[in-house]
């Protein structure tokens, strides 16, 4: 298995461990009897459970395009330097943005997202 499939299945490990974060805070913000009941009327969440809510919507707006160069750079035996790099930077940019996210402290947020792409993009140039 290649590097960079190597990583697309930690991060589909990310993605179940991102949700269960989100379902966990987004629960506990909300009461546990109303997580456990029919959650018929809506309520509001903290706002620490709802950065980790945009946080795991963010990163499943990045996912797929991860996934896709992943399974190209393998089917196009283009595995590169260069493309391991870039799986690496965006996992790990996305494991540090779930915590950055989270925490509210500003800019840390934005350069884990800037990296996370740059990885994509690192991911990209052995394919061209």
Do not use: C
């Amino acid at each position: 298995m290649t590097v960079e499939l190597t990583y697309l299945l930690y991060a589909v490990i990310l993605l179940i461990a991102h949700i269960i974060i989100q379902a966990t805070f987004s629960d506990l913000s909300k009461g546990i009897f109303w997580a456990i009941g029919p959650q018929d009327e809506p309520r509001d969440q903290n706002a620490i459970a709802d950065r980790i809510q945009r946080a795991l919507r963010n990163y499943l707006e990045t996912f797929p395009a991860f996934a896709a160069l992943a399974i190209l750079i393998a089917v196009a035996e283009r595995s590169s330097a260069m493309s391991m790099n870039g799986a690496a930077l965006y996992f790990w940019s996305r494991v540090a943005y779930v915590p950055a996210f989270a925490s509210g402290i500003p800019l840390v947020r934005s350069v884990a997202w800037f990296a996370s792409l740059g990885g994509l993009a690192m991911m990209v140039l052995p394919l061209l």
